[in-house]
């Protein structure tokens, strides 16, 4: 996992300061960013399943972190009020948001479905 602030966000997902509001994914694969803070206790709960997906999905994408309390232009970028906040980016398409310390078995189902493009009975 790979910890970013805006300059690396402008580099490996979006360049808003160029694109402005018309998404454009500079990725090379699909990511998975996590927006948190050190003292939120449910995005303490959540790191451990994301290292574990960060390991299982290596090849397939990158997830990302980004500290809410250090870039807090990015957080407000995006409309972050609670945290922790998943920004699913594909490739091709437009980024989706879910909140909450989600379970893995729905991280899992959201990265297959919404960054890899898999329907569920490929996935089972």
């Not at 303490?44 to 299982?56: A, S, W, Y």
């Not at 990158?62 to 980016?89: H, V, W």
């Amino acid at each position: 996992m790979e910890f970013l602030d805006k300059e690396t966000f402008k580099e490996k997902v979006f360049d808003f300061e160029t694109n402005g509001n018309e998404w454009s994914f500079e990725g090379e694969k699909p990511c998975l960013i996590d927006f948190y803070a050190d003292w939120c206790q449910p995005c303490k709960t959540l790191n451990p399943i994301l290292e574990e997906l960060d390991q299982e999905f290596s090849s397939e994408i990158n997830i990302y972190k980004i500290d809410t309390e250090e870039q807090q232009e990015l957080a407000s970028m995006f409309g972050i009020r609670s945290i922790p906040s998943l920004l699913f980016c594909p490739v091709d398409d437009e980024p989706q948001m879910a909140q909450g310390a989600l379970p893995k078995s729905s991280l899992k189902r959201a990265i297959n479905e919404i960054l890899l493009g898999k329907k569920e009975e490929e996935t089972a």
